[in-house]
């Protein structure tokens, strides 16, 4: 079956769910093609990487010409004809509220392609760019959710959030989780930055007030009297860098919370996780958590805020904790809990890859894809 993506950005150096996608329906024997654009997420410019790809992956890549990207919507006409001569069995694309999946779903229904449509949002964006969505909400995006074939929400906060916002009909969407390569994120041991500390914890995320760092360096405080040893890395680049070094450093704890700011290859990112001992997602907004994923894949217990995709990931009690958002208290408390416990500890991080494994795992995911893709191509004599 040939399935293209489509996605507004894409780079293999930060392997995200498109990634995992690509590379999980490729290996179950399908013609797998990336429509992406030429511009660069966040993550990829915070990173300073051009790595691009076109035929060294299991599955192809088209950078398509973008005009413009604006707000991290660019715009790419070129997928019309892409598509229009593509010879595609099924469209998957990611999110609604992009104009590469507006026109990527006009062009599939001209051309009779039954799509998928997924999405993660779990809220609205702040100021000026709520004014916007909200406009496309009511009119290109409802064209695009309206137009897919199927609808699926990446975790049961998403599916919620579509169901009360944005008008979806209950039971119109189903939930397929993101996944994680657990033959690629598994304990393993190599170069890593963690190298000091008796207990580690480690937190991976772009420095931006949505992850709520600001309340882990906040724990930290009451970590440090109760758990004498505890060092925090905090790895990662944004535009919050300097307010949180100077919030760690007026609460005293600047000896005890390390910024790792250099870019570390998703090659080299299992042997960090694994030299970690509890890994903390604070996050006060969080579609998913895919870093939760791979450090629950090293073996590791996490600590997370009870939020979004992460509900569906951790297993409160047995693989980490949930705990409330913004609150230091709370989270401290999870942390010296499982500093103080080793045996705790070894058992949550063994139940995590076996949760990972059963659950989470690309080849787990991607199935369901391919299902899905069958099902609907049947529907339509593809």
Not at 23 to 48: C, H, Y
Not at 309 to 319: F, L, S
Not at 354 to 382: H, T
Request: charged fraction near 25%.
């Amino acid at each position: 079956m040939k399935i293209g993506i489509v996605v507004p950005y894409f780079t293999p150096y930060v392997r995200g769910n498109e990634y995992g996608l690509a590379d999980g329906l490729a290996r179950l024997g399908q013609d797998v093609t990336v429509l992406t654009s030429t511009g660069k997420a966040p993550r990829e410019k915070m990173l300073k990487t051009d790595y691009r790809t076109e035929n060294s992956e299991p599955f192809k890549v088209r950078y398509l010409r973008t005009l413009v990207d604006l707000g991290e919507l660019p715009l790419t006409p070129s997928i019309l004809g892409e598509i229009r001569r593509g010879g595609y069995d099924v469209l998957l694309l990611q999110e609604d509220y992009q104009p590469i999946c507006h026109l990527a779903s006009f062009a599939a229904r001209m051309s009779g392609i039954p799509t998928v449509l997924s999405t993660e949002r779990t809220y609205f964006p702040a100021g000026f760019k709520r004014l916007v969505l909200g406009g496309f909400d009511l009119t290109l995006n409802a064209y695009t959710r309206k137009s897919a074939t199927v609808y699926t929400a990446h975790c049961n906060a998403a599916r919620a959030f579509a169901e009360e916002h944005l008008r979806v009909p209950a039971g119109r969407m189903r939930v397929v989780n993101v996944g994680v390569d657990s033959g690629i994120f598994r304990p393993t041991e190599g170069k890593t930055p963690l190298t000091e500390g008796k207990f580690k914890i480690l937190t991976v995320a772009r420095l931006h007030p949505y992850k709520g760092l600001d309340t882990l360096i906040r724990a930290m405080q009451i970590v440090v009297k109760k758990a004498p040893g505890a060092v925090l890395y905090i790895m990662g680049r944004g535009p919050q860098a300097d307010e949180l070094k100077m919030l760690a450093a007026d609460l005293g704890v600047s000896d005890v919370v390390r910024f790792v700011e250099t870019p570390v290859p998703n090659t080299e990112m299992p042997a960090v996780y694994s030299s970690a001992d509890l890994y903390v997602q604070p996050s006060v907004v969080e579609p998913y958590g895919i870093a939760v994923l791979e450090a629950m894949a090293c073996g590791k217990p996490t600590v997370c805020s009870d939020i979004g995709g992460m509900r569906d990931t951790v297993a409160h009690g047995e693989t980490g904790f949930l705990v409330p958002p913004s609150d230091p208290e709370a989270l401290a408390e999870k942390i010296v809990l499982l500093a103080g416990n080793r045996e705790r500890v070894a058992e949550m991080g063994t139940a995590a890859r076996k949760r990972i494994v059963e659950k989470f795992d690309w080849p787990v995911i991607a199935m369901q894809y391919l299902e899905i893709a069958r099902e609907i191509a049947g529907r339509s004599g593809k």
